[in-house]
């Protein structure tokens, strides 16, 4: 995933904390504050921040009190505890290059800065040009919103914090659906939190999780930047997606048909017992392919190789045994049964005993969260 360079926290003020709008906002765990003036001297904050089921927000009707050296502003959140917001006129150090904001800013525990227009390393020549021009405001755009979003999930991401980042890339792939990097990052953490086997209570997010919304996602972020094919060929993220016939079918390209894709596809995915049986003891039955071989291995962990071969898309498997002599089957890989995408299907070989299962399809771990 692109390393993201942060001057700071890139927040933007509508000039000083008495003006109609202000905003701020503050890194661990990465929250942000808007404030509205309503009428006088009452405001309407809304706080914001992530965790491990989604985005938190926090709404209260506040009134502001001025001090001599800062100002605060009290209420009652829609939480049903109270909410208090302190900003003082002071430099505010933020992460970065040790750029400053104007406010310190502490929102119910949570401490950040407030203040100039401070943003991605991408646009710092238009940050000059508002610094120079001695402008104070800054209406985002919808994709230097989605950019904050995902420099924000970004952080959380190379904490390790899947959970927390993927409704963060979600929402800036929601805000600016033309933005590549945040589809990519949200195909690579979704797959990541899959790979856990995690779940979200939010059913929304919970979705994202299944391996035809991580295709989707990833297969919008190629489409928006080509660039970004090559790189899901080899990121450490998405090994698991790779390993699945969607892939190759929606980001590669790759046809049943064409025999050297076929080997591919044979050889690179991972393939398992396919259908709704699975024994009550020992694991699903799978098949693996290597070079010119192959090899079964049954619910119990029993093995068995023998030789393949590829014509115009039909497969020849063939085994050779004591007990059974010279065995062969053919079959195909399917592009679409009506209930797989992709299945591996022999036909007759469990009744001959030449497999231990008909079928085989993509092996993905899919998180049940309709269980948790």
């Given at each position: 995933m692109k390393k993201?360079?942060?001057?700071?926290?890139?927040f933007t003020t509508f000039g000083q904390s008495h003006a109609k709008e202000f905003t701020a906002g503050g890194m661990e765990?990465?929250?942000?504050?808007?404030?509205k003036q309503q009428h006088d001297n009452q405001y309407q904050a809304v706080l914001s921040?992530?965790?491990e089921t989604g985005i938190t927000t926090i709404e209260a009707t506040v009134e502001r009190f001025d001090h001599r050296d800062y100002t605060t502003y009290q209420g009652q959140g829609s939480n049903g505890k109270p909410f208090s917001i302190m900003t003082a006129e002071k430099p505010c150090v933020s992460e970065g290059k040790g750029d400053t904001l104007s406010h310190l800013v502490i929102v119910n525990g949570f401490e950040g800065c407030g203040g100039n227009v401070l943003i991605n390393s991408d646009d710092n020549e238009q940050a000059d040009n508002y610094r120079n021009s001695g402008q104070s405001t800054h209406k985002k755009t919808?994709?230097?919103?989605?950019?904050?979003?995902n420099t924000l999930g970004f952080r959380l991401y190379k904490q390790g914090k899947y959970q927390q980042a993927l409704p963060l890339f979600y929402r800036a792939s929601k805000t600016d659906s033309r933005y590549a990097l945040a589809q990519y990052n949200l195909a690579c953490t979704a797959a990541m939190i899959?790979?856990?086997?995690?779940?979200?209570q939010d059913e929304e997010l919970s979705h994202l999780l299944a391996l035809d919304s991580i295709t989707a996602a990833l297969k919008q972020s190629i489409m928006l930047d080509p660039k970004r094919k090559s790189k899901s060929q080899t990121d450490p993220d998405l090994a698991q997606v790779r390993q699945t016939y969607p892939y190759y079918r929606d980001i590669l390209h790759y046809s049943p048909d064409n025999d050297r894709q076929l080997r591919q596809m044979l050889e690179n995915i991972n393939w398992s017992q396919a259908g709704g049986f699975y024994p009550h003891q020992g694991k699903p039955a799978r098949i693996l392919f290597d070079s010119d071989s192959v090899t079964t291995i049954n619910n119990k962990g029993l093995q068995r190789t023998g030789r393949y071969s590829l014509n115009n898309g039909l497969i020849t498997l063939t085994f050779t045994s004591e007990n059974y002599g010279r065995q062969q089957i053919t079959g195909r890989l399917l592009d679409n049964d009506g209930t797989f995408r992709g299945v591996l299907r022999f036909s007759g070989a469990a009744k001959a005993n030449v497999l231990p299962f008909d079928e085989y399809t993509t092996d993905f771990t899919t998180p049940n969260c309709n269980e948790n």
């Open positions: 993201i360079l942060l001057i700071a926290l890139f765990p990465f929250w942000s504050l808007n404030l921040y992530p965790n919808a994709h230097e919103k989605a950019k904050q979003l899959a790979r856990r086997n995690q779940c979200f």
